[in-house]
């Protein structure tokens, strides 16, 4: 495998020059015609790491269009068959990355242009779970990681003599106001994960070996050399930014906390310390949303409508969802997504006994045209916000999708979680209007402001502190600081000390309550979406100030605004062909990451949660 490290010509020339070595020294007598000193190897050349780029992007283009339907098979009909074929793909496609990585070794001491050093840190960098080159290795992988995500994916749990999947059970937490319901529900659906444990402690073995034979510590630092700067310096980074929200998060965690002990008492909610983590309407407690009724403030005006209940007055479908969110991407001027999204999307949950994994994602099977999405859909307001979320990805694909193989892709991850939400801010009630969905008379008054953003709050700056505390646990496991027999005592250590929450009851010698979140067995690095969430109001604030918006920033739609578009485009376009902060200064004007437009979008919310925690014992221990 070592010999294609160079090109033919390279060791054709290496053949020639040792043959004519050979033959002078044996037939030339020393002193008529002495034999010349052996040429040294000049070793590989510019034009050398060019051809094997060549190489390396179009062996992995056509490794993507192999494998990438066996995976979406896999996701979207689980059975032993799809997950045994999905194992074979995902070791072949893990050993060609692994060995291109490998490969780009020969050229470290090369002085390569900017473009094509590029590449090749992102050849090096660019795997999630890297196997060892060691024999079996990728198939033990392969092997673990199709298995943890088909536990997922197939997770019940029996409640009242009915066996409920993941979607019935967080409708449960998302709706129920009984304690002991709520606890035995929440605990239900953690059962899954604890046969997760060994074998995502093996994985985590096999993917560190993997990361030290492309020569990092571990995999903790190859995921964080993925940000166009050293692994320290972005660990700074994130605790920059979360520095700059952590403030507004802990007013929010103060009221929340105040309003809940109210509705439950002291037994169940006190009113200091942490919250109990079954009562904030979600399954993991990432988003509060789900208990806005309880917490919304009270004398002040409503936003004046139901989101749910208009989507379902209106007689909207999944279809219709998709269609609506599409519209919106082709008011801004890009181009309608092709007929095979819709002949080929999974919108809803196929009928039992079909076991699909419903974990909304967006997918792109051939680097080209081939987008989809895969949903279990539902009308409500949560999808609804979902499908701008997962449509973004799609757009973001096929505007980046003449770039070069390696420059296919978000200019860092947090970039692809941000477009779709960027989108998303825009569905104030002035865009609910200009789609029919609500008429004038329902448009909340500035009167309602607090309303409005007490429930974005729930959603968006409560999600700050999980994102952080799932990478940040999970670092810690990659670089060791954290071995298999304390996985659960120090994920419930993150959760207090970046959430202030706590399980509602002791959690089981066994419990392994990290692999009840998708994107941990998923394998899915979670510090995109904390960016992606400082990063969407930034883009936000942008656009609003690029469509001369003078209103306060909860109120501005972009809805409709080509011009907007036109930037918006070129950004996605860029992929990842550019640093991230050149992309970023496109669109934004700017090339550092800022949370100071949440600070300002949340500015009436934040004088208001402090007024109303005057007195309070604000903070947990």
Same mark, same amino acid.
């Given at each position: 495998m070592?010999?294609?490290l160079?090109?033919?010509s390279?060791?054709?020339?290496?053949?020639?020059?040792?043959?004519?070595c050979?033959?002078?020294?044996?037939?030339?007598?020393?002193?008529?015609a002495p034999v010349?000193?052996?040429?040294a190897?000049?070793g590989?050349?510019v034009?050398?790491a060019r051809?094997?780029?060549?190489?390396?992007?179009?062996e992995?283009a056509?490794?993507?269009?192999?494998v990438?339907p066996i995976?979406w098979?896999q996701?979207t009909?689980?059975?032993d068959e799809?997950n045994a074929?999905?194992?074979v793909?995902?070791?072949?496609?893990?050993k060609?990355a692994?060995s291109?990585a490998?490969?780009?070794?020969?050229?470290?001491d090369v002085?390569?242009?900017a473009?094509?050093?590029?590449k090749?840190?992102?050849l090096q960098s660019?795997?999630?779970?890297p196997?060892?080159s060691t024999p079996?290795?990728?198939e033990e992988?392969?092997?673990?990681?199709?298995?943890?995500?088909?536990?997922?994916?197939? =997770?019940?749990f029996?409640y009242? =003599?009915e066996e409920l999947?993941?979607?019935q059970l967080?409708?449960i937490?998302e709706t129920?106001?009984?304690?002991?319901e709520l606890?035995?529900?929440w605990?239900?659906?953690?059962?899954?994960?604890?046969?997760?444990k060994d074998n995502?402690?093996?994985?985590?073995e096999i993917?560190?070996?993997g990361?030290?034979?492309l020569?990092?510590?571990?995999?903790?630092?190859?995921?964080?050399s993925?940000?166009?700067m050293p692994?320290?310096?972005?660990?700074e980074e994130?605790?920059r930014?979360?520095t700059?929200?952590e403030?507004?998060?802990?007013?929010l965690h103060c009221?929340v906390?105040?309003?809940?002990?109210e509705?439950?008492?002291?037994e169940?909610?006190?009113?200091?310390?942490?919250?109990?983590?079954?009562?904030?309407?979600?399954?993991?407690?990432q988003?509060?949303?789900?208990i806005?009724p309880i917490?919304?403030?009270e004398?002040?005006?409503?936003?004046?409508?139901?989101?749910?209940?208009?989507l379902?007055?209106?007689g909207y479908?999944p279809?219709?969802?998709?269609?609506t969110?599409?519209?919106?991407?082709?008011?801004?001027g890009?181009a309608?997504?092709?007929?095979?999204?819709?002949?080929r999307?999974?919108i809803v949950?196929p009928?039992?006994?079909?076991e699909v994994?419903c974990h909304?994602?967006?997918?792109?099977?051939?680097d080209?045209e081939?987008v989809?999405?895969k949903?279990c859909t539902?009308?409500n307001?949560?999808?609804?916000?979902?499908?701008?979320?997962?449509l973004g990805?799609?757009f973001?694909q096929?505007a980046?999708?003449?770039q070069d193989?390696l420059?296919?892709?978000?200019?860092?991850?947090?970039?692809?979680?941000a477009i779709?939400?960027?989108?998303?801010l825009?569905?104030?009630?002035?865009?609910?209007v200009d789609?029919g969905?609500?008429d004038?008379?329902?448009v909340?008054g500035e009167?309602?402001?607090i309303?409005?953003?007490?429930?974005?709050?729930?959603d968006k700056i409560?999600f700050l502190p999980f994102?952080?505390t799932?990478?940040?646990w999970?670092?810690?496991?990659?670089d060791g600081?954290?071995?298999p027999?304390?996985y659960?005592t120090?994920w419930?250590e993150?959760r207090t000390?970046?959430q202030?929450?706590?399980p509602?009851?002791?959690?089981p010698a066994?419990?392994?309550d990290?692999?009840?979140k998708?994107?941990i067995? =998923?394998?899915?690095?979670?510090?995109?979406?904390?960016?992606?969430?400082?990063?969407q109001?930034?883009f936000?604030k942008?656009a609003c100030?690029q469509?001369?918006?003078?209103?306060?920033?909860?109120?501005?739609?972009?809805y409709?605004n080509e011009?907007?578009g036109a930037?918006?485009?070129?950004?996605?376009?860029?992929?990842?062909?550019e640093?991230?902060?050149d992309?970023?200064?496109t669109f934004t004007?700017?090339r550092?990451m800022?949370?100071s437009?949440i600070?300002e979008y949340?500015?009436?919310l934040?004088?208001?949660?402090?007024?109303e925690?005057e007195?309070r014992?604000c903070?947990?221990?």
């Open positions: 070592k010999r294609s160079y090109s033919a390279a060791a054709a020339l290496g053949f020639a020059m040792l043959a004519g050979a033959g002078n020294s044996a037939d030339v007598p020393p002193a008529e010349p000193p052996p040429v190897d000049a590989p050349t034009e050398d051809a094997f780029l060549d190489r390396a992007e179009a992995l056509q490794m993507s269009k192999d990438s995976f098979e996701a009909n689980i059975t799809t074929a999905a194992a793909a995902g070791a072949e496609a893990t060609l692994v291109l490998n490969e780009t070794k020969k050229f470290k002085d390569l242009p473009d094509l050093d590029r090749m840190k992102r660019g795997i999630t779970i196997a060892p079996g290795a990728a992988l392969s092997e673990i990681t199709t298995g943890l995500d088909a536990t997922y994916g197939t =997770g019940t029996t009242k =003599g999947n993941l979607d967080s409708t937490i129920s106001r009984d304690p002991e606890k035995t529900v605990e239900g659906w953690r059962t899954i994960s604890p046969p997760m995502y402690a093996r994985m985590v993917a560190n070996t990361a030290n034979e020569g990092y510590d571990n995999l903790k630092t190859m995921w964080l993925n940000y166009d692994p320290e310096e972005m660990a994130v605790d930014l979360w700059q929200v403030p507004l998060y802990e007013e009221y906390r105040a309003e809940l002990n509705q439950y008492g002291d169940v909610q006190p009113a200091t310390g942490p919250i109990r983590a079954d009562l904030l309407g979600n399954m993991w407690s988003s509060w949303a789900g806005y917490v919304e403030p004398g002040l005006p409503g936003q004046g409508y139901d989101l749910t209940e208009e379902v007055e209106k479908d279809i219709k969802m998709v269609e969110g599409e519209a919106f991407f082709t008011s801004l890009l309608p997504l092709p007929e095979t999204f819709w002949e999307s999974m949950r009928p039992a006994p079909r994994v909304a994602s967006a997918w792109d099977l051939d080209e081939d989809r999405i949903m539902e009308v307001a949560e999808d609804f916000n979902t499908v701008h979320h997962e990805h799609n973001y096929r980046y999708k003449d193989y420059y296919k892709n978000g200019a860092h991850d947090g970039f692809h979680e779709g939400d960027f989108i998303a825009s569905i104030t009630p002035s865009y609910l789609i969905l609500i004038e008379s329902q909340p009167d309602a402001d309303s409005l953003l007490m429930n974005t709050a729930l409560a994102a952080i799932v990478d940040s999970r670092w810690d496991v990659l600081t954290t071995p027999e304390d659960n120090a419930w993150k000390k970046y202030g929450i706590v509602p009851g002791p959690r066994d419990a392994f990290p692999g009840a998708y994107h067995p =998923g394998n899915t690095p979670y510090l995109r979406y904390f960016l992606s969430y400082i990063m109001f930034q936000h942008a100030e469509a001369g918006w003078e209103g306060p920033l909860h109120r501005c739609s972009i409709g011009e907007v930037r918006f485009n070129a950004m996605m376009e860029m992929g990842a062909s640093p991230w902060p992309v970023l200064e004007g700017t550092e800022d949370g437009a600070i949340f500015d009436p934040m004088t208001y949660l402090k007024e925690n007195g014992s903070g947990w221990d």
